[in-house]
């Protein structure tokens, strides 16, 4: 069984992420870490709390981490998660009695698991880099017992989300983004490249909804409102699922298909900042750092997406 820490800013994509990897018994989650992103860390840990208490998972940890990136002011994405960074029609969800954050740092839970854990573990961040960055920063160490960090973020050959050049994540945290990818940890990237490729539309929700259990209810409600964004701003009636990927390679890794490669964050210009530079055509004596996902088996993905979510409430 993998033993993995999912590092997230929910966010409906991250909600989705977290709902996939607590219904996969192929997966040790050893906790949630949450940091500062989609929405401040405040939010971030309490969206954390409901999902769990939703899908009744309270035996999931859920830690809180840095509350802004390492060297540039945050900047959240409420224009496309709403204000709580989890804005949806429907009914609010309570969290489960005494179910609280715990009071460890999540930076010191990271690199607690790393140095007591027999196994390598899985670090999969779903948002901005800072937990890991600082983490790695704090206790090089644990680079030796992280097996992989398979983050979402970045653009390879498309183009960015947030500026022209750069994905969100990494725009963020372009510092940790470099701090992790200089790591000579295996690095998998899953990028705008793939992420833009698993579209969810009405067919998808439809399809979803004949599962018929309360979870597949609040995947319509989370998704009904992330898809107000793109509708709006891009006439399109179908979203991205960005961070369910990283779940979706953990669980199957031949859904994607990669190429190991020299990946390094602009973090000086403002009009690039947070751009990857993916060195797709080896034009650099630069080293390959980072295995760059490209293309995905986008009804595979749902398949065993639909397959998890079957199994929870
Ligand atoms: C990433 O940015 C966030 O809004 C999403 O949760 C995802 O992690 C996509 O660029
Ligand atoms: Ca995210």
């Known amino acids: 069984m993998k033993k993995i820490i999912l590092d997230c800013d929910p966010g409906h994509d991250d909600a989705v992420a977290i709902m996939f990897a607590a219904a996969s018994s192929e ?10 992103g989609n929405t401040t860390l405040n939010n971030a840990t309490l969206n954390a709390l409901k999902i769990c208490s939703f899908i009744n998972k309270t035996n999931i940890n ?17 224009h496309v998660h709403g204000k709580s960074g989890l804005d949806y029609e429907g009914e609010d969800i309570n969290i489960q009695k005494g179910y609280k954050i715990q009071k460890e740092h999540a930076v010191d839970f990271i690199i607690e698991q790393c140095k007591k854990s027999k196994e390598k573990i899985y670090l999969c961040p779903t948002g901005p880099l800072t937990n890991i960055a600082r983490a790695l920063t704090k206790y090089p160490q644990i ?40 790591s000579k940890i295996p690095i998998v990237m899953m990028g705008l490249d793939v992420t833009h490729k698993v579209l969810v539309d009405e067919n998808v929700i439809k399809d979803f909804l004949s599962i018929g259990n309360k ?18 701003k891009y006439n399109t009636n179908s979203s991205p699922l960005h961070d ?17 490669l020299n990946v390094i964050v602009e973090e000086e210009s403002e009009l690039t900042m947070g751009k990857t530079i993916v060195d797709w055509l080896k034009v650099t004596n630069r080293e390959a750092n980072c295995y760059v996902a490209d293309n995905v088996n986008v009804k595979e993905f749902f398949s065993l997406l639909k397959e998890k979510i079957s199994l929870l409430p």
């Open 215 to 232: 979870t597949s209810y609040f995947f319509k409600d989370l998704m009904n409102f992330y898809s107000k964004f793109h509708k709006e």
């Open 27 to 36: 997966i040790d989650l050893l906790g949630i870490t949450c940091v500062a």
């Open 62 to 78: 859920i830690y809180a981490g840095c509350n802004s990136p390492i060297k540039r002011k945050l900047v959240t994405a409420d």
């Open 244 to 260: 369910p990927c990283v779940i979706g390679y953990l669980l199957n890794n031949d859904l994607f298909d990669l190429k190991f």
């Open 143 to 182: 680079a030796n017992n992280i097996e992989k960090i398979i983050f979402m973020g970045g653009a390879a050959k498309t183009i960015g989300n947030i500026t022209p050049s750069a994905e969100f994540n990494i725009f963020v945290d372009p510092t940790a983004a470099n701090i992790v990818l200089k």
